[in-house]
């Protein structure tokens, strides 16, 4: 059978922009801004973004685009015979990792979505607010349960039903929509009283917070996780892409998109935040606890609530098919079984996995896998702060010193001028620097 392909360019630009956009941009990037001190961190963000994220995302697509293969297919194609390869098991476990706790998180915006059509969360819960209704939500066992296999269960669907009708389709219609409601709502939000604490703490950066060697590893595994890098995602993405596509404006766009949801739902969420004297820091529930909040200080909010949690959802939909198909993508060529059976078998594995992260805010709330941190967070420390990086780290590798510099700048449609040179430059050399750098500074 001929291996699936992407109708257009376009498509595929949607679905790589869809598989950046997501829980990533608004959820993880609030808690993760919020922790580290806000106006610095973004500032640092942006830097990665800029430096690291963009230049790896072409390298990562080019290296799927080349060998037309999964991720540890890809080594194996391009670099037979080498232990190359073994860097692609980093990606596969990344995405059991990975989609085990998002689809848990996105489960919560489906939950809060049914609220919104049902008109319950029209206004605060009498008793304890948003905040209690969302805690009380969280630590219960059976119903967030039954929210995520709900979600993984439509995750699954579209995969199996393949590249170009599922994937392809869905992100035409739910990215233009999302855009929409977020810029109205930063409308809103900064029309909150005392929103421009919020902007501050989001554009004024305290210079003192680049003193913690924490802050870099945080906003470099940001950067890795919301531009979906270093999985593999976007390299079995760009493997259904045919060689007449060139590459580097799709890059530029994706990376500059992402950031645009990113600093967005930043000015939704932080001016909120402070007006409605929320704790920056309060972690992973922060988003679920403001953005209510807000929509029930604006007119016609329980329908902006209801579009928006709809709109996250599927944002978080079209991040996790990106996911489910590294494995996927991995185990239907491994085991030659049909797109259907792998799909279903890694998704149930993945769920099965998310129990252990739903229970853990709730009857487990007292394993603390990793220092302080609950299952959720550990899982998502050792994926987006370590496995993510280090993939990179490889692709950045394999790019810049397994090919040679011909090889490398053809596989992205670079010729051998200044901006060819700039880019190969940089994931040669400054990149793994870089990467190495931020990584040791860590554990030190
Ligand atoms: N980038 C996605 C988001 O921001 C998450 C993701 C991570 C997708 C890694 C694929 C690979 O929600």
């Known amino acids: 059978m001929a291996r699936e392909q992407w109708g257009t360019k376009l498509g595929f630009m ?3 922009m869809g ?4 829980l990533g941009n608004i959820w993880r990037f609030s808690f993760v801004a919020g922790n580290n001190g806000g106006g610095a961190f973004l500032l640092l963000y942006l830097v990665f973004v800029f430096l690291i994220g963009i230049p790896l995302l072409l390298a990562e697509v080019s290296i799927g685009r080349k060998a037309k293969s999964d991720v540890i297919g890809s080594y194996q194609k391009l670099a037979p015979g080498t232990p190359w390869f073994l860097t692609g098991f980093f990606g596969v476990f990344s995405a059991f990792l990975i989609l085990s706790f998002y689809a848990v998180v996105a489960g919560w915006s489906l939950y809060y979505l049914f609220h919104y059509i049902t008109g319950d969360f029209f206004q605060a819960p009498a008793e304890g607010g948003y905040e209690g209704a969302f805690g009380g939500f969280i630590t219960q066992e059976w119903q967030p349960l039954f929210w995520s296999a709900l979600f993984m269960t439509m995750t699954i669907v579209i995969v199996f039903s393949g590249v170009k009708k599922g994937i392809e389709t869905a992100n035409k219609i739910f990215m233009p929509l999302l855009a929409l409601l977020l810029l109205a709502l930063a409308g809103v939000s900064l029309s909150l009283d005392g929103s421009m604490e919020g902007l501050s703490f989001l554009f004024r950066p305290d210079w003192s917070a680049l003193t913690q060697p924490s802050i870099y590893v945080q906003a470099l595994g940001q950067a890795f996780f919301s531009l979906s890098l270093g999985m593999g995602a976007l390299l079995t993405y760009g493997s259904y892409l045919s060689d007449d596509k060139r590459l580097p404006g799709a890059a530029v766009g994706i990376g500059l998109m992402d950031t645009f949801f990113a600093v967005i739902s930043g ?5 909120a935040v402070f007006a409605f004297n929320i704790d920056p820091s309060s972690g992973p529930p922060l988003v679920f606890i403001t953005l209510p909040s807000i929509f029930e200080q604006m007119p016609l909010g329980g329908i902006a609530g209801l579009l928006f949690f709809f709109a996250l959802s599927l944002a978080a ?3 996790a098919i990106s996911i489910l198909e590294v494995p996927t993508a991995y185990f239907m060529r491994l085991f030659r079984w049909s797109r259907t059976k792998a799909s279903v078998i ?3 594995i993945m769920f099965f996995l998310g129990i252990s992260v739903s229970l853990g805010f709730g009857i487990w709330s007292g394993i603390t896998p990793i220092g302080e941190r609950n299952i959720l967070d550990s899982m998502d420390y050792i994926a987006s702060n370590i496995l993510l990086p280090l993939g990179g780290l490889s692709m950045a590798l394999f790019v810049g010193w397994y090919f040679t510099k011909a090889t490398a700048l053809k596989a992205v449609d670079f010729g051998d ?4 040179n700039v880019w190969y430059g940089l994931v040669k050399y400054l990149l793994p620097v870089m990467i190495i750098i931020i990584f040791i500074s860590s554990v030190l």
């Open 267 to 271: 000015i939704v969420i932080f001016p």
């Open 346 to 348: 890694v998704g149930v």
């Open 417 to 420: 001028n200044v901006i060819g």
């Open 14 to 16: 949607l679905a790589a």
């Open 19 to 22: 598989s950046a956009v997501g």
């Open 317 to 319: 939909l079209s991040s």
